[in-house]
Nanobody, 114 residues
């Protein structure tokens, strides 16, 4: 079993920055990738960024020049550095782990004010 716990969300003004953190525990060696997804009100959940175990990343075009995904040295912590935030980035952000099944955290709210 794998547990994912997000933190770091909050309220920020447009143009500001936030760093989200996902703490992973359990059988994380069974994951081949981790990532961040987000869901805005009335919208479907969408991929923001994914990082594979070999370090390769896949970043959504809408955030490619502003967001960075990276992992801590022990691979048990996942980060999402978000810069130059806009109101369009307002959403609940979810940590995701990909193994024989997908794992999800409880989500953290990011609200960007104009």
């Amino acid at each position: 079993q794998i547990q994912l716990v997000e933190s770091g969300g909050g309220l920020v003004e447009s143009g500001g920055s936030l760093r989200l953190t996902c703490a992973a525990s359990g059988d994380i060696l069974n994951l081949y990738a981790m990532g961040w997804y987000r869901q805005a009100p009335g919208q479907q959940r969408e991929m923001v960024a994914i990082i594979l175990n070999n370090g390769r990343t896949d970043i959504a075009n809408s955030v490619k020049d502003r967001f960075t995904i990276f992992r801590g040295d022990t691979k048990s912590t996942l980060y999402l550095q978000m810069n130059n935030l806009t109101t369009e980035d307002t959403a609940v952000y979810y940590c995701n782990g990909k193994g024989t099944r997908q794992y999800w955290g409880q989500g953290t709210q990011v609200t960007v004010s104009s």
